[in-house]
T-cell receptor
Framework: SQQGEEDPQALSIQEGENATMNCSYK?????LQWYRQNSGRGLVHLIL?????REKHSGRLRVTLDTSKKSSSLLITASRAADTASYFC?????????FGKGTHLIIQP | DAGVIQSPRHEVTEMGQEVTLRCKPI?????LFWYRQTMMRGLELLIY????????DSGMPEDRFSAKMPNASFSTLKIQPSEPRDSAVYFC???????????FGDGTRLSIL
């Protein structure tokens, strides 16, 4: 399997603003998943986008996938203090998932 | 339905001691994963099981690490002897199939003195 690489490594924004995180990967995928990790907790699955999909929404989350560029983005709209966490992308292939080092997002009140 | 349950939540021990971490996956999930998370290396896959059988242990750092899954509801990760560089947070995760969302436990924070 292959590792996703998130960018930026850290992001600090004001509450109410939108937050965008990017993910790049190297080889073919079946799907790409995004996870959130709050401090001291395990990862929580947020959204899965299949390789034949280009965009997917879930509440305030919007994920895009560009397989030609081997990249994905996660947009969180109208951010809240509770969105402060680390966010990981995980490209999925027949070999399973691997995780990058994440984007650490801080929402300033 | 209960999520993935890991124990203990925290473990502090001296180097050279044996450490055993435990995991109960979600009932009905055929896949179980063990990960290690550190600031330097991020989240690393150590080993995963399918239907209690180890499939890929290439991430296990060395022979001091071993993992077992004696039945569908229980797995252990053992370190013997432990070393300070093993200090990390160890996560267990399970999923119904290999490519589907994984459900993580809250981890075991291990400190080797």
């Amino acid at each position: 399997s292959q590792q996703g690489e998130e960018d930026p490594q850290a992001l600090s924004i004001q509450e109410g603003e939108n937050a965008t995180m990017n993910c790049s990967y190297k080889t073919s995928i079946n799907n790409l998943q995004w996870y959130r990790q709050n401090s001291g907790r395990g990862l929580v699955h947020l959204i899965l986008i299949r390789s034949n999909e280009r965009e997917k929404h879930s509440g305030r989350l919007r994920v895009t996938l560009d397989t030609s560029k081997k990249s994905s983005s996660l947009l969180i709209t109208a951010s809240r203090a509770a969105d402060t966490a680390s966010y990981f992308c995980a490209p999925g292939s027949a070999d399973g998932l691997t995780f990058g080092k994440g984007t650490h997002l801080i929402i300033q009140p | 339905d209960a999520g993935v349950i890991q124990s203990p939540r925290h473990e502090v021990t001296e180097m050279g001691q044996e450490v055993t971490l435990r995991c109960k996956p979600i009932s009905g999930h055929d896949y179980l994963f063990w990960y290690r998370q550190t600031m330097m290396r991020g989240l690393e896959l150590l080993i995963y099981f399918n239907n209690n059988v180890p499939i890929d242990d290439s991430g296990m750092p060395e022979d001091r690490f071993s993992a077992k899954m004696p039945n569908a509801s229980f797995s252990t990760l053992k370190i013997q002897p432990s070393e300070p560089r093993d200090s990390a947070v160890y996560f267990c995760a399970s999923t119904p199939s290999g490519n589907q969302p994984q459900h993580f436990g809250d981890g075991t924070r291990l400190s080797i003195l």
